[in-house]
């Protein structure tokens, strides 16, 4: 493979005294559910994604449930959500017992188009999931004053946008919670799966604690029913050993978005991640949009190029959601995307020659 999509043990390599270290001190410790590890980590993402609180669970799905568990949700209540995501952002919004209301993606950012939000809302709204799609963040001054118009929560997915920002401020930060997937794909990832809350709120922060951990902080004090969502001191310890990196590891990705963007700009066909003002992305993905998305994807495979198609149905028309009976026509940007998108290979450590191949690639099609 000339060029693959993501190369998760050339970033291990290069720090990896710092992870077998870490790994070596939980396993010497025994310390490998809850403890030290965990707790370290919690207050060190906290600070770095300027939250209050970090609650610690076991993925990033996890999260999503434990938050609006969190906040009340029960059966009857509309929760609305973008139609371009990860099915667990809207799988959750189920499982918690609500209904899912999907919206359109605005024509260019493919973050949830907060004009669609407003009017979806009906007496039976509770809350609405803005997802920072691919690393860059959705409209939060919009949403927010949405939300505060309708007195609704905000439950924010930052599950690919991790230390991105809005009018300079970081995403995770504008709604009630935000949840964390450390996928090992993910900007910051684990060796396995792990998640997290972050929220402003200490009464939330301690229900969604509880919550996680079959309803009670203590021993058998079981204050209601939860459910088992730990994250483990293994992936802890490894978490906050990349942690240091993140910042560094961002500003890489940021880097070799600039380079496609200089190479790929030329080409009539092609369009570029759109970046709106005042926000910055965090290159979790990296994607384009062509015409004939599907023949340019065989051409890169067949020239070692690996790539990707995040997502190629969107979340309204999958099998999963049948029920609800939508149409295209209800979702024009989302269904128009799903057919041109492609994710091209993006990670901290690609090289110049690798994104030279992939351009090169690219121009030779186009
Ligand atoms: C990865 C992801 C999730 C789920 O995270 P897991 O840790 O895999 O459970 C949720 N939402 C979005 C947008 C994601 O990309």
Redo the contacts with the bound molecule.
């Keep these: 493979m000339a060029v693959p999509y993501a190369d998760l043990h050339l970033q291990y390599q290069s720090i990896k005294s710092e992870i077998d270290a870490a790994v070596s001190s939980v396993i010497r410790d025994s310390a490998f559910i809850r403890g030290p590890y965990v707790d370290a980590f919690e207050r060190a993402f906290a600070t770095v994604v300027d939250a209050h609180h970090c609650v610690s669970c076991a ?6 449930f434990v938050a609006m568990a969190a906040l009340g949700v029960k059966p009857g209540d509309e929760v609305i959500t973008t139609a371009q ?2 099915i ?2 809207s799988a959750m919004i189920t499982h918690a017992g609500a209904t899912v209301v999907f919206c359109d993606t605005d024509a260019s950012t493919f973050t949830i188009d907060p004009a669609a939000v407003e009017s979806a809302i009906t007496p039976r709204t509770v809350g609405i999931i803005p ?3 691919y690393g860059q963040p959705a409209d939060m001054g919009a949403i927010m004053a949405i939300a505060r118009k309708h007195g609704l929560w905000v439950i924010e ?1 930052c ?2 946008a991790h230390l991105a920002r809005y009018k300079g401020q970081q995403v995770g930060t504008f709604g009630d919670a935000a ?1 964390y ?3 090992p794909g ?1 900007n910051l990832g684990a060796m396995g ?3 997290a809350i972050v929220t402003g709120r200490s009464d939330l922060a301690e229900r969604m604690a509880m919550l996680a951990r079959h309803g009670g902080l203590v021993k058998h004090q079981h204050q209601f029913e939860g459910i088992n969502s730990r994250l483990d001191g293994l992936q802890a310890a490894i978490l906050s050993a990349k942690l240091p990196h993140l910042a560094r590891w961002t500003q890489a990705r940021q880097a070799a978005a600039a380079v496609y963007n200089t190479g790929l700009n030329q080409i009539e066909e092609i369009v570029v991640p759109q970046v709106a003002p005042d926000r910055t992305h965090v290159y ?1 993905l990296y994607t384009i949009q062509h015409p004939q998305r599907d023949q340019l994807a065989a051409h890169l495979n067949a020239n070692g190029v690996q790539t990707a198609i995040n997502y190629p149905v969107a979340l309204p028309f999958l099998e999963a959601y049948r029920r609800l009976g939508h149409r295209p026509e209800q979702f024009p940007n989302a269904h128009r995307h799903q057919g041109r998108i492609l994710s091209l290979p993006m990670f901290a450590e690609i090289t110049a020659q690798q994104q030279k191949t992939v351009v090169d690639l690219i121009s030779a099609f186009s």
């Design positions: 993925n990033g799905t996890d999260a999503l995501s990860w667990s952002t997802v920072h799609l997915d599950a690919q949840t997937s450390f996928y993910k799966d792990a998640g979790h």
